[in-house]
């Protein structure tokens, strides 16, 4: 209650000695837009009358590495309005043309290139900007900025047309931005905060801007230019009706005694709606969407690793308009809703206001059980229904308050949450948030027993050491009788200057609090952050900018008992090869597994480990086709199958190789081992292969394979049995076709092996082979 008194405080304050001002501001840049009557064909080529009427502007200051000086190369830009349509023509030119880089790429895949584009923010008022960038070869980027989390997503893709072109002086692209994309208020003239942006890579990567930003100043949309015209801007009946059709043909068996396939087809037919109810309302609706994933995840080594993994989400309808539900916590991860049958969603902006909705229903219940010790993925079969609710006010650029409910429920099971959150920015080098979240949770009676590795799991006895039971954390953490409840509160402090920042955060979440339709991982637990560090910018040196950085952390459950103590140092160095260099040490005590497994008690109940290691991360591009990374870390790291301290050794190599224009090859290796007293307990590897081949701006052939390979030494193991051996191996081949981002064709195979000390060699026990045709129909 004192939290929430407190947030209520600050809001009546803030509220008052706060006052209306915009974002973006004409001082830093200014574009008045004309409106022209007849659009443009987007060909790469400039010789449409309209061009000659369009406000034309230049990129004439260097951001980065240099410090608003004068752009090394000229960039001219010339934009337009019609009653839909936004308009951009950029002539990059180049003293070195034949140094452009420029490869033909997948959607959002040219990062590293040559790339033009501008940014908008649409309300001017410094929470959201939408980003879009081309290369030379036309290959599209789009993203979103949100100030709130200080964080961009790319997994956001438009409906827009660009085409690129080279020249014998450099480059030149031509975009078009239909205004059913964007979220504004309608008006007879538009304020827009806008930024026109080039990425000049050579030795170093030079960003280009058409304003100046401020480094002393820790907001980055609230230097944005101002773009006004767009007069009566529409955007149309915004109607999007995508129907699809998914077909696959999954072959599965039993390993060990081998049994026959067996096999399943599967056709369906699926439709999403897209409606711009009004240009600031967006209405989202899915019935029987196929949200199988046609990019495979990345490859992750799950070894002596007590907490969840957890995966990004990439499937279109939950993407649309999803920073609107963001909040300093990750109370939604839409990943916990694996296959609805349907879903709808509502996204609005108003003036102050932000609203967004969403609701779907799953075939089963899927959930994390956190602790502060591990958490692991709870699944009940049974179908739930998942909701999440988000309104946020803006008063100005620098105060928002925001509010947060999310429902899961299923029979025998629910969770609810509520939230409220603010953000507070009253100088431009200080940022306050606050954020206090209440639940209430169920489980069903009989689910801590999925979680038991013990013969008899009705009852946990009073005491069950390491030797006597298999019983573990997620045990004690789901055997509740009746609904429960508790909170969690959050608060931070950021101070930046150009040269120098400053920091802290404090979060304590209770024992009973649960988030199940977001990704937290951890409860019971409480932890306090300190930490600062220095930019140092150098001039005609090799590395452009030097920072020294470090932070103090303590940690305890909520009985207050110390669970983990740490602090670390690090340097990192960023400059020429466009390479970026860190290195950092760390020392740390933490307590490992219980040994009492009945009782979630830290303090008499586990033992602590004092860590030192150390670790190195380095990236550069010697070359324009090839692009390396390398990541080390070497020092203790508790074992916590066995409650004892060993080394660690981790690799990770990393190379991308542009073969040619269209081909590109990204190699990953992970290496892992831990030593212990009486020898190597584990060593662990993973490759990661994937091979691109871009055909056309279309369309592309892509083969993936993931291989994990991990040895163990059985009699190191003191309180399990492992296996000596374990393998899997999974493969992907698929052919796309993508009109847009919706309007898909794609065609692939998948296959999955598996080998461990019962299985002698790599054995096949799934294939798949599957296709997915889309249209978008634009209304």
Not at 10 to 20: A, D, E, P, Y
Not at 163 to 186: C, D, H, S, W
Not at 453 to 464: E, K, L
Not at 715 to 736: F, P, T, V, W
Request: proline share 3%; glycine share 6%.
């Amino acid at each position: 209650m004192a939290v929430k008194k407190l947030i209520y405080v600050l809001c009546l304050i803030f509220s008052v000695i706060s006052s209306n001002t915009v974002a973006g501001h004409r001082d830093n840049f200014h574009v008045d837009i004309p409106t022209l009557s007849q659009s443009i064909t987007v060909d790469g080529e400039f010789d449409e009358p309209q061009w000659q009427q369009a406000a034309q502007v230049s990129l004439a200051f260097e951001t980065s590495p240099g410090e608003n000086i004068a752009a090394p190369v000229t960039t001219m830009v010339k934009v337009f309005a019609t009653q839909d349509q936004l308009l951009f023509a950029f002539t990059a030119n180049d003293p070195e043309p034949h140094k452009i880089r420029a490869n033909l790429r997948d959607r959002d895949n040219s990062w590293g290139d040559d790339l033009v584009g501008v940014k908008l923010d649409t309300y001017n008022n410094a929470k959201l900007a939408y980003q879009f960038f081309v290369n030379p070869f036309g290959v599209q980027s789009d993203s979103i900025e949100n100030e709130l989390t200080g964080q961009e997503s790319d997994a956001w893709d438009g409906i827009w047309q660009s085409m690129g072109k080279m020249t014998p002086t450099g480059y030149q692209v031509e975009i078009a931005l239909p205004l059913r994309l964007f979220n504004f208020n309608q008006s007879d003239m538009q304020t827009w905060g806008i930024e026109l942006v080039r990425f000049y890579p050579r030795n170093e990567t030079h960003r280009l801007s058409s304003s100046k930003i401020d480094r002393n100043n820790n907001c980055q949309l609230c230097q944005l230019g101002t773009a006004t015209g767009l007069a009566n801007a529409q955007q149309g009946q915004d109607l999007q009706i995508t129907p699809s059709v998914v077909a696959n043909r999954q072959q599965q068996r039993d390993l060990n005694p081998n049994t026959a396939w067996e096999t399943d087809n599967n056709i369906e037919v699926g439709l999403d709606l897209r409606w711009g109810v009004t240009p600031t309302t967006l209405l989202n609706a899915t019935i029987n969407p196929d949200f199988s994933q046609v990019e495979a995840d990345s490859g992750q080594l799950n070894i002596n690793n007590n907490f969840a993994l957890f995966f990004d989400e990439k499937r279109a309808f939950f993407l649309d308009n999803q920073d609107y539900f963001d909040t300093q916590m990750s109370l939604l991860h839409t990943r916990n809703i694996g296959s609805p049958d349907y879903g709808i969603k509502l996204t609005s902006q108003i003036d102050e206001h932000t609203v967004g909705f969403l609701a779907a229903n799953d075939v089963q219940t899927q959930f994390l059980v956190p602790g502060n010790l591990s958490s692991a993925v709870a699944t009940i079969d049974q179908e739930s229904q998942n909701i999440a609710s988000r309104y946020r006010y803006d008063l100005n650029k620098q105060f928002s308050v925001g509010t947060m409910v999310t429902l899961k429920r299923a029979e025998n099971y629910h969770n609810y949450v509520a939230s409220t959150d603010l953000k507070y920015q009253p100088t431009d080098n200080d940022t306050f948030t606050a954020q206090y979240a209440y639940s209430q949770t169920q489980y069903p009676d009989d689910l801590f027993e999925d979680f038991c590795g013990s013969d008899d799991c009705s009852t946990i006895p009073p005491s069950c050491d390491l030797q006597q039971c298999d019983f573990n954390e997620r045990v004690l953490r789901t055997a509740k009788d009746g609904a429960f409840n508790d909170s969690v509160y959050r608060l931070t402090y950021n101070h930046d200057r150009r040269n120098w920042w400053v920091s802290s955060s404090y979060i304590s979440i209770g024992e009973d609090f649960r988030g199940d339709l977001g990704f937290i991982e951890k409860v019971d637990f409480s932890k306090f952050v300190a930490g600062g560090g220095y930019n140092w910018y150098l001039n005609d040196n090799f590395f452009s900018q030097i920072t020294l950085k470090g932070d103090w952390d303590i940690s305890h459950n909520q009985a207050g008992d110390e669970i983990e103590q740490e602090t670390e140092m690090s340097i990192s160095f960023e400059g020429g090869w466009q390479s970026y260099i860190a290195s950092g040490l760390v020392n740390r005590e933490r307590v490992g597994r219980r040994i009492n497994a009945s009782t979630i008690a830290i303090a008499g109940n586990t033992r602590s480990f004092n860590e030192t290691f150390g670790w190195f991360y380095g990236q550069f591009t010697p070359l324009d086709p090839l692009r390396l990374e390398l990541e080390l870390s070497y020092g203790d790291d508790i074992d916590f199958a066995n409650n004892q301290l060993g080394s660690k050794t981790k690799i990770i190599p990393e190379v991308q190789w542009k073969l040619t224009e269209s081909i590109a090859l990204d190699l990953s290796h992970r290496y892992q081992s831990l030593n212990v007293d009486n020898g190597r307990l584990y060593t662990a590897n993973l490759t990661d292969v994937r091979l691109n081949w871009q055909l056309s701006l279309r369309s592309f052939i892509r083969l993936s394979s993931v291989y994990t390979h991990i040895e163990r030494d059985p009699s190191l193991y003191i309180y399990q049995h492992r296996q000596a051996k374990y393998q899997d191996l999974g493969n992907e081949l698929l052919y796309g076709y993508k009109l847009n981002p919706q309007s898909v064709f794609y065609l692939g195979y998948s296959d999955a092996f598996v080998a461990d000390d019962t299985i002698d060699t790599l054995t096949q026990h799934d294939k798949t082979y599957f296709m997915k045709l889309s249209y978008a129909w634009l209304l």
